[in-house]
């Protein structure tokens, strides 16, 4: 899933191509009943007659959710899920079967534009929201959202940390907890911090939790100058994959060397998700095995 670097690579390819551009017309392609919804106060004019005929006037970036503010008021909210793309395309490409939404845009000038923008997904868990920008914050999955890892000081990571006892892993992934962080950030970000996954919030050390924010941050700033991890389908608006996934140290690693011990890297289910790390360099604190009151 396209997590924050990668969802930073996409605003920034849309911002530098679709600012300013008019939403001329919008073409559905047989999208799931999932993929589109929109504010119950547009009644009968929906999705696509509340859109058309807006310009795009900005884009922005919330955690893994695309926000591009829309003339009148109105913010499209996106959210790729596993493999939703927004791909830029010459009109003369042909629309294709995973092309679930097609914008026809329009210039400054008045003039049609010769690409169109596609939202593309082939597994189908994208979401497209419209929303008055008044309805907006108080949607479920943007309302509880936790703080930017950009946003929060180091001091401030800490006290996070600090206020609940959580598995470590679990809680990097939990966008209300952190925003924008995903199984590839978290398990290589935890392997740099040489933290356990399982270890408790609370039990981690002041000096390893002020690690972590570090290289929370210097990950994901050098992520986004690679345009993000293609491990999986990720591509930018131009459609060039990104680069990221040749820095990787553990996760997708199993069985390789650490690249600080040589110890090979394991994987293991954790929560829901698979945790990739190192045994040796990440040992498991206290923490874990002492049982957490509450
Ligand atoms: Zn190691």
């Given at each position: 899933m396209p997590e924050l670097p990668e969802v930073e690579t996409v605003v920034r390819g849309l911002r530098q191509t679709v600012t300013g551009k008019t939403i001329a017309s919008v073409t559905l392609n047989n999208p799931p009943s999932t993929l589109i919804e929109w504010s119950k106060s547009f009644g009968r004019n929906k999705f696509v007659g509340s859109i058309?005929?807006?310009?795009?006037?900005a884009v922005n970036r919330r955690g893994k959710n695309i926000l591009i503010l829309l003339s009148g008021d109105l913010t499209l909210w996106a959210h790729l899920k596993m493999t939703g793309h927004f791909f830029l395309l010459d009109k003369k490409e042909p629309v294709g079967k995973h092309d679930l939404v097609v914008f026809e845009l329009k210039g400054k000038n008045g003039r049609m534009s010769k690409e169109n923008l596609r939202f593309n997904d082939y597994r189908r868990f994208g979401r497209l929201r419209l929303f008055p920008n008044e309805e907006l914050w108080e949607q479920k999955g943007l309302a509880t959202l936790g703080p930017e890892p950009f946003d929060i000081s180091a001091k401030q990571f800490v006290d996070l940390c600090q206020s609940t006892k959580r598995m470590i892993k679990p809680a990097l992934l939990d966008q209300t907890f952190i925003a924008g962080l995903g199984n590839i950030y978290a398990d290589e970000t935890l392997h740099l911090a040489r933290i356990h996954p399982k270890s408790s919030t609370a039990s981690v050390s002041v000096k390893k939790l002020t690690e972590l924010h570090r290289h929370i941050q210097e990950m994901l700033r050098f992520s986004i100058s690679k345009m993000g991890t293609s491990v999986d389908s990720f591509s930018g608006v131009n459609g060039k994959p990104g680069q990221f996934q040749k820095y990787l140290k553990a996760y997708g690693r199993e069985g390789e060397p650490c690249s600080k011990c040589d110890r090979p890297i394991v994987r293991e289910k954790i929560g829901s998700r698979s945790a990739h790390f190192c045994p040796r360099c990440q040992r498991p604190g206290r923490s874990v095995r002492q049982t957490i009151p509450g």
């Open positions: 058309s005929g807006r310009t795009i006037e």
